[in-house]
């Protein structure tokens, strides 16, 4: 009894205090840039197909975040700008024009209906449709004492049926595709989708796989895309965050 | 058959061509723990059946070609039972059928097929749970056959997962799909792929590289433990122990986050070497950093320990004894955890272990919960004290390079490469055709032999004791499904 008080004591207070202004390590591999004179660049390099030089872009929805092309070429960096999320697939798409801070004024757009039906509490369905368990880890992570995301209403439930929405990681197999459309249906309307890494927004490395049914993606609208590979939590919590709150 | 040596390549004209029946006398004989059992396409409809025998510190090798007509055989499991998700593997993938399997169900594919155990009588009941889990977590079918409360038997069915790894990899290798195999187990992976390519192009990685690797590889076994310990006492509603070491194992995360970009390690290890190099400075702060991180895991793990409710709820829960474990073939932290001595770090050393003195150590294993509570907490004490000898003669290779350029792949090759991953062995085995390009690439992950373990675990268990059991194991679906 003593010895957990006494642990307790010495643990102190463990959250992050501002999860929406959070410092990240300058080592972390977010956003990209590209430069003047990337165009040289070797796009095979790329495993997943993301960098594309005519024209030149690179596809958050695809990029693993590697770092692959960066080491190659001086004229690509990644930033440690970490707030990825984007309610459009088309925005994941960078150019040469982007920069960070208008990417994340304009990223997602915040909808009125959304905010009033789930700004002040959004519980979420977390269906692993063959992700490698990198996505799952940070995912979990996101509840942890660090992150705490439970403060802000957002929490994982066990049902689909108390959920308001689902949040799908990996790449989509044969296999679990009826599971998640099924999953889908049990969620109550209004209900959101969310696709949480490249691997469930684009295949990733996995998308020339012929073990995959990506079906569900065509079939149901997607509410919000959240790149990474894994999904960082504070990228998770700040992509909801945007999306629900004003 | 053949002996060959750990990450080592030989050409595939040296391995012995059986009939099936000689090779299957011999692996009798032989009577030891299987690393890999598979197939590959022959050409002309013929089936060549690859087996690799664990005879530490060296591996056998031998080989048998099926003919077109040939389509069955008769199966090892009934004399060792080790085989039997083996020898389901290689019917399911290529539909040799070993006749007389006790119980042949499908691994990955075909789940509207597979066939449950039934249980009939007074009282008796199923429970069916996933592929969908209340947690976040990986896909999979559960189904325990129930007498009350108590589980007679747990069939797991997975598969959900399958992705169709080893084609990926056969057509398009590279660090990052290695990488994504198994998302938990990332350094693991990578260093199992890299040593794999390496030995094909011919390339000695630098001794700072494989340093790094090393001390990456303990980080990763490291990191997830400590997590593992935290869940262990969040399933058992200790949530002081939950919360404690689920901060401190984001510390050794975030370390891993400043040598390589990634929390998990993405991107650190290359064919060839590493990516990254480990500043003076930055090993200084993680030394810190580890040194804080051992003091919070001893601090929380003896509290948890001396706390009497929390023992009762992690002695003799979920216990496997050592003879089941040792003919299910347990492998890895699972199998060590039931008294299995099987440790591919010091089954098969390489130069370092000598050099830095790393050496085994003796843990008293019981086999349930409480034994792979306390197993973790050993090797996490070990990871560290490997990481700062690593670390420490790090200073000697400084003009080291990072990266190693090799020639091209080397033709018609047999390599084997056995990683210990923080769950077990991974192996990885890789042909190449007379193009020097892959022809064939097989991934055993220690899961593969483990998940029957955990279902020998929850027998005569309360039902409500299966997250505990599953938690303590933690095993890989994705690992397994491939």
């Not at chain 1, 202004?21 to 095979?44: H, S």
């Not at chain 1, 982007?98 to 004024?105: A, G, L, M, P, Q």
């Not at chain 2, 660090?175 to 890299?194: H, K, M, P, R, W």
Request: glycine letters at 8%.
């Amino acid at each position: 009894m003593f010895d957990t008080l006494k642990s307790r004591i010495y643990q102190g207070k463990q959250f992050i205090k501002d999860i929406q202004n959070a410092p990240m390590r300058d080592q972390f591999r977010g956003f990209p840039i590209l430069k003047e004179g990337a165009e040289v660049c070797d796009e095979n390099i790329c495993p997943t197909g993301a960098l594309k030089t005519n024209p030149l872009t690179i596809d958050m929805g695809k990029c693993t975040f590697c770092g692959a092309c960066e080491r190659a070429c001086n004229a690509i960096e990644f930033t440690n700008g970490y707030k990825l999320a984007s309610t459009d697939r088309e925005k994941l798409v960078v150019t040469p024009q982007s920069d960070y801070e208008n990417y994340v004024k304009s990223a997602v757009e915040v909808k009125k209906e959304i905010v009033k039906t789930f700004g002040h509490s959004l519980k979420l369905r977390q269906v692993s449709a063959a992700g490698c368990n990198g996505c799952e880890m940070e995912l979990n992570a996101c509840s942890n004492v660090n992150f705490d995301m439970g403060r802000y209403g957002i929490d994982f439930v066990a049902s689909p049926r108390h959920a308001d929405g689902i949040v799908i990681t990996g790449p989509i197999s044969k296999n679990m595709a009826y599971a998640l459309e099924n999953c889908y249906h049990s969620v109550p309307d209004p209900k959101l989708v969310i696709l949480c890494g490249a691997c469930s927004i684009s295949g990733g490395v996995f998308q020339n796989s012929t073990e995959l049914n990506r079906e569900f993606l065509e079939k149901y609208p997607i509410d919000l895309y959240i790149p990474g590979c894994p999904v960082h939590p504070l990228t998770f919590i700040n992509g909801i965050l945007s999306y629900i709150r004003k | 058959m053949l002996k060959i040596k750990n990450n080592s390549k030989v050409n595939l004209s040296d391995i012995p061509v059986l009939k099936i029946g000689e090779l299957r006398d011999e692996i009798i004989k032989e009577n030891k723990r299987p690393i890999g059992f598979f197939g590959k396409d022959w050409g002309e409809g013929r089936i060549r059946l690859f087996v690799i025998l664990e005879d530490a510190p060296e591996l056998l090798v031998s080989s048998a070609i099926f003919e077109a007509d040939e389509k069955s055989y008769e199966c090892i499991t009934n004399e060792i039972p080790s085989f039997h998700i083996y020898e389901r593997e290689f019917y399911e993938q290529f539909g040799i059928e070993p006749l007389h399997h006790p119980w042949l169900k499908p691994v990955r594919l075909n789940q509207d097929k597979y066939e449950f155990f039934e249980m009939k009588g007074e009282e008796v009941h199923q429970v069916a749970v996933g592929p969908i889990h209340a947690g976040v977590i990986e896909p999979g079918h559960f189904r325990f056959m129930c007498n009350g409360e108590t589980v007679y038997h747990l069939e797991i069915m997975l598969g959900y997962q399958h992705r169709g790894v080893e084609d990926l990899m056969v057509k398009n290798p590279s660090n990052q799909l290695a990488e994504s195999i198994c998302g938990d187990s990332v350094i693991a992976y990578n260093t199992a792929y890299s040593q794999m390519m390496e030995n094909l192009k011919n390339i000695q990685v630098s001794n700072k590289a494989q340093l790094i690797r090393k001390v990456c590889l303990e980080m990763e076994r490291a990191a997830i433990h400590i997590g593992d310990l935290g869940a262990i006492a969040g399933d058992i509603a200790y949530l002081m122990g939950a919360s404690v070491f689920g901060a401190t194992r984001t510390l050794v995360i975030n370390t891993m986050l400043e040598f390589c970009g990634s929390r998990f390690g993405r991107g650190m290890v290359t064919v060839g070497g590493v990516n990254y190099d480990l500043s003076d400075e930055k090993i200084e702060r993680a030394l810190k950093t580890f040194d804080k991180v051992e003091k919070d895991v001893e601090r929380m793990t003896n509290t948890m320990l001396k706390n009497s409710t929390v023992m009762s709820r992690l002695e003799k829960t979920g216990t496997v004894s050592e003879e089941r474990a040792k003919e299910a073939g347990l492998v890895g932290m699972a199998g060590r955890a039931c008294g299995i001595d099987v440790d591919s770090r010091f089954d098969f050393p390489d130069k370092w272990n000598e050099e830095l003195g790393i050496r085994k150590k003796a843990f008293k294993a019981s086999g349930d919960v409480n034994s792979r509570f306390k197993l973790r907490y050993k090797e996490i004490r070990e990871s560290f004290s490997i990481i700062r000898k690593c670390l420490a003669k790090l200073a000697d290779y400084k003009n080291d390079p990072l990266i190693t350029n090799g020639e091209d792949m080397a033709k018609d090759a047999f390599v084997v490469s056995i990683v210990e991953g923080w769950r077990g062995e991974i192996v990885h085995i890789a042909m190449t055709d007379n193009d020097g390009k892959l022809s064939r690439y097989k991934i055993k992950d220690p899961s593969f032999n483990n998940w029957y373990g955990l279902a020998l675990a929850v027998r005569n268990n309360g039902v409500s004791d299966f997250p505990l059991c599953n938690k303590s194991h933690n095993l890989s679906y994705c690992g397994n499904d491939l």
